[in-house]
């Protein structure tokens, strides 16, 4: 499975747009990125997924580049209540099991 | 919105006690996972299920793990003889299409 590399922390304002960034270099032709979304002593809720190119939902955004060894995931405007960890994941859908890394702690500021 | 359901919320059990984590996956969904998370570290596979048999395993699911779906919508996780070291957050999940959805997690507390 692709190992996965983000930056361990963030710091952010209230109403500021969050870009976290997923390095995945040796990423498989048929892995899809996943990310997550962890609270403090609650399971990780899945957030949004992706192939290539862009995908958007009600609350984030994922950009793949073309060579797709990285992602990033937008955050629009983000809350007091976005402070989270967020995990990046790669893997093949089906049978997948996912490897966390560390993820990246956000933490969003008044 | 469906989701996936565990009991209990937390567990506290003495030392070589047996345990039963139970969930509810998402009804439809036919892989099944367990995952646990260490306070302070991340999360960590320990296995899968699927057509009621495991798919895969990691190092950690080792004799003292055995899973279990006994009816159409309950999936658990057995700890035979539980030790210190399974305290832990553990989580359940679930994939019909493309997703994985993870329950609200057990904490065991083993003393």
């Known amino acids: 499975l692709a190992k996965t590399t983000q930056p361990i922390s963030m710091d952010s304002y209230e109403g500021q747009e969050v870009n976290i960034t997923c390095s995945h270099n040796?990423?498989?032709?048929?892995?899809?990125i996943t990310w997550y979304q962890q609270f403090p002593s609650q399971g990780p809720r899945f957030i949004i997924q992706?192939?290539?190119t862009k995908v958007t939902n009600e609350v984030a955004s994922l950009f793949i580049p073309a060579d797709r060894k990285s992602s990033t995931l937008s955050l629009p405007r983000v809350s007091l209540s976005d402070t989270a960890v967020y995990y990046c994941?790669?893997?093949?859908?089906?049978?997948?099991?996912?490897?966390f890394g560390s993820g990246t702690k956000l933490n969003v500021k008044p | 919105e469906p989701e996936v359901t565990q009991t209990p919320s937390h567990q506290v059990t003495q030392m070589g006690q047996e345990v039963i984590l139970r969930c509810v996956p998402i009804s439809n969904h036919l892989y099944f996972y367990w995952y646990r998370q260490i306070l302070g570290q991340k999360v960590e596979f320990l296995v899968s299920f699927y057509n009621n048999e495991i798919s895969e395993k990691s190092e950690i699911f080792d004799d003292q793990f055995s899973v279990e779906r006994p009816d159409g919508s309950n999936f658990t996780l057995k700890i035979r003889s539980t030790k210190l070291e399974d305290s832990a957050m553990y989580f359940c999940?679930?994939?019909?299409?493309?997703?994985?959805?993870f329950g609200p997690g057990t904490r065991l507390t083993v003393l």
């Open positions: 999940a679930s994939k019909g299409g493309d997703t994985q959805y």
């Open positions: 040796n990423i498989a032709t048929n892995d899809y």
């Open positions: 992706g192939y290539k």
């Open positions: 994941l790669v893997g093949v859908l089906l049978f997948n099991k996912f490897y």
